[in-house]
């Protein structure tokens, strides 16, 4: 059986904008999109942020889980009638443990959750399909042999927009 791995922040769950709301209250300021861009999507971090900072971010946004929007009110239908054709594995750099939570209070259907440390950890020999919001992961999986569907995205500068 197929196996699709789906990303989850970006992609199911909706947490740039509410996570960026408190990195914003943090630095007393608006970020510009190259910050923006720098903080969720290259290092996970900036001049005046650590990754650990940011990681604690993060699980602060999620501890309060019921107030994180699904990016998409039909992707409990998607889920469930794509779980009849293939097994979804949801994969995440996300650590907190509400993760799992989310999901169910949001009826997102899945198999197996995964949690990776880096972009490498997300490359499986199992999963043949990925759904993915970041260019730089869709690169790598695609560059390793993997089929990527890369969701549209205001970061994705420079990449052709689909006829479909």
């Not at 943090?26 to 990754?51: A, M, P, Q, V, W």
Request: net charge negative.
């Amino acid at each position: 059986m197929t196996v699709v791995g789906i990303d989850l922040d970006d992609t199911l769950s909706n947490t740039s904008e509410p996570l960026l709301a408190i990195i914003e209250s943090r630095k007393g300021r608006k970020l510009g999109k190259n910050e923006i861009y720098g903080i969720f999507y290259n290092k996970l971090e900036s001049e005046d942020l650590t990754r650990s900072e940011i990681i604690e971010m993060t699980h602060k946004l999620w501890k309060d889980y019921k107030k994180i929007e699904i990016l998409d009110k039909r992707i409990p239908e998607i889920t469930d009638r794509l779980r009849s054709l293939a097994k979804i594995y949801i994969i995440t750099f996300n650590t907190s443990p509400m993760i799992s939570e989310w999901l169910n209070s949001n009826s997102v259907k899945y198999d197996k959750l995964i949690v990776c440390n880096g972009t490498a950890e997300k490359l499986r020999e199992e999963i043949g399909i990925y759904v993915e919001d970041s260019k730089e992961v869709a690169e790598f999986l695609a560059e390793n042999g993997k089929k990527v569907i890369l969701m549209e995205k205001p970061w994705h500068d420079g990449i052709p927009k689909s006829a479909n």
